[in-house]
C-alpha cells in the first residue's frame, strides 16, 4: 500500500516562504515521476510543479516559476517543495502526487495516481 504524508503548510504573510515535505512509503521510492498540485476553494485542483524520476529535471506552471523550486531525496522517501515570496493567489490545499507507473518523466495527475491528504497553505495579505 503505497502512503504519501504532506507536511509543511500553515499561515504565512505575503512575501513569506514555506516548504513543504512529502514522503512516501509503501514501494520504490526512487524511479517514479513525482510532483505537487494544488486546489483552492471553489476552484479545480492543478497542477503546480513536477519532477522526473531521476530528479534531473523539473517543471513549474508559469504563476510559480522562479517562486518555487521542486526537489527530492531518495534516500529520505522524499519529496520538497519550497515556496519563497508567497502571495494571497497561492493559498490552497497543496497535494503531493506520485505517478502510478515508474519511469515516466512527468506526472500525470490523474485519480489512478497516489495522492497524499493535502497540506493547507494560507497567505495572508
Known amino acids: 500500500q503505497v502512503q504519501l504524508v504532506e507536511s509543511g503548510g500553515g499561515l504565512v504573510q505575503t512575501g513569506g516562504s514555506l516548504k513543504l515535505s512529502c514522503t512516501s512509503s509503501?514501494?520504490?521510492?526512487?524511479?517514479?515521476?513525482m510532483g505537487w498540485f494544488r486546489q483552492a476553494p471553489g476552484k479545480d485542483r492543478e497542477f503546480v510543479a513536477g519532477?522526473?524520476?531521476?530528479?534531473?529535471?523539473?517543471f513549474y506552471t508559469q504563476s510559480v516559476n522562479d517562486r518555487f523550486t521542486i526537489s527530492r531525496d531518495t534516500a529520505k522517501n522524499s519529496m520538497y517543495l519550497q515556496m519563497n515570496n508567497l502571495m494571497p493567489a497561492d493559498t490552497a490545499v497543496y497535494y503531493c502526487?506520485?505517478?502510478?507507473?515508474?519511469?515516466?518523466?512527468?506526472?500525470?495527475?490523474?485519480?489512478?495516481?497516489?495522492w497524499g491528504q493535502g497540506t493547507q497553505v494560507t497567505v495572508s495579505l
Open positions: 502526487n506520485a505517478d502510478q507507473q515508474p519511469y515516466r518523466s512527468m506526472v500525470a495527475g490523474t485519480e489512478d495516481d497516489y
Open positions: 509503501g514501494r520504490t521510492f526512487g524511479i517514479y515521476a
Open positions: 519532477i522526473t524520476w531521476a530528479g534531473d529535471k523539473a
